[in-house]
């Protein structure tokens, strides 16, 4: 055990703060923090096996053995599902994963020969592998775990929040792109208000100023080809008619 667990299990620690350290430069997905989750359940797993098996090791309880291999099954299934998320992963982690799941292979002979041990009648070198092999090995697996785990959930927090500064500065550009055709809006129809009554109003005072000096040489402004400048050029041509109708009546009389 001190020449083959220990190293599997500083194998398994290396290959997984590797895989977590090269996750930092991908951008996140959902793929990606089911695969970091599936880790963290994986530390979980693990440990619970361990304990497992220290507890049958100490009582020769066989729930305790029933624990410790159904928590190895889970530990098992953790990792398959991590396994089936390895399409995402670069070159340099699916090396990097490939070395974790050799060790893992290699590892789990272990906690089946220890709870064998233990139910043979040479079971105290079974305890004295517990205690001075498997338990070293999964207080530095734990440790090692851990860490991984607030580091996974510390990379599922900045990812979070940095999904909502996008979608607030998603909004205001969207707010701010409104208020702006609003106003463009606005200033457009105020414009065009503006222009037309304008028109109408300089025809209207001319109209008025005929009708109560009878001036008949004042003309309309009609700059416009609308309707409202239609009318004008109308009005002026007929101001010029009546106008055109009293010099000839003058000349005739005089």
Not at 12 to 21: C, G, R
Not at 170 to 193: D, E, H, K, P, Y
């Amino acid at each position: 055990f001190q020449q083959h667990a220990r190293p599997l299990a500083q194998t398994m620690t290396d290959a997984l703060e590797k895989l977590i350290s090269l996750e930092k430069f991908e951008s996140a997905s959902d793929n990606r923090r089911q695969m970091l989750l599936g880790l963290a359940e994986l530390q979980g797993s693990l440990a619970r096996t361990i304990e497992g098996v220290r507890a049958y090791l100490l009582s020769g309880e066989e729930h305790f053995a029933e624990s410790a291999d159904r928590y190895w099954m889970r530990a098992v299934t953790r990792q398959q599902e991590v396994s089936m998320l390895d399409f995402i992963h670069t070159d340099e982690q699916s090396g990097e994963w490939q070395r974790f799941n050799q060790a893992f292979k290699e590892f789990k002979q272990y906690p089946e020969r220890i709870i064998e041990l233990r139910s043979r009648d040479d079971w105290n070198q079974a305890l004295y592998r517990m205690r001075h092999e498997i338990i070293p090995m999964q207080q530095d697996l734990s440790a090692q775990l851990e860490r991984l785990h607030n580091r996974l959930m510390s990379d599922l927090r900045n990812a979070s929040e940095q999904l909502v500064a996008s979608n607030q500065e998603l909004r205001l550009i969207i707010m701010g792109t409104c208020v702006l055709g609003l106003g463009l809006a606005f200033a457009v129809g105020a414009w065009v208000n503006a222009s037309v009554l304008g028109s109408v109003r300089r025809l209207a005072d001319t109209i008025r100023k005929v009708q109560e000096t009878g001036a008949l040489y004042l003309r309309a402004q009609s700059n416009t080809d609308d309707e409202i400048g239609i009318a004008s050029k109308a009005f002026n041509g007929l101001l010029a008619s009546w106008q055109q109708m009293v010099f000839s009546v003058n000349s005739f009389v005089d």
